[in-house]
């Protein structure tokens, strides 16, 4: 079970963009990454081409390790860990420690 998952809300811990929150838009599992929305934005130079035909510069969001990312509680809007609790039936969910909410 991934620790983050998309959708979630998320606060940046390490690196130039620390203290930032975003929006998780997408995981990347087998590089142990996540692209979190308008966090580690850099631009980008396109050449012509039918979907760019003026080229020059596009802004895109790079990945960010998953190490440097922590789960935000909705709650008190800060930085939470977060348990694993198994379910009767085996289903698994997120609790944060701060407020005992599920994600």
């Known amino acids: 079970m991934l620790r ?7 606060m940046v ?6 203290g930032k929150q975003g929006k998780v838009v997408r995981v990347l599992p087998k590089e142990n990454k996540a692209i979190v929305e308008n966090i580690n934005v850099v ?3 396109v050449k012509k081409s039918d979907t760019y035909p003026q ?8 990945p960010v390790a998953l190490a440097n990312l922590m789960l935000v509680d909705k709650k008190t809007n800060k930085p939470t860990r977060f348990r694993v609790n198994v379910l009767k039936d ?4 997120r609790m944060t420690l701060s407020s005992q909410e599920v994600i």
Do not use: F, H, P, T
């Open 4 to 10: 983050i998952r998309r959708n979630d809300l998320v």
């Open 13 to 18: 811990m390490a690196g130039s963009q620390k």
């Open 43 to 45: 631009k980008k130079s």
């Open 55 to 62: 080229g020059g510069y596009v802004e895109i969001e790079k």
């Open 90 to 93: 085996g289903a698994k969910e």
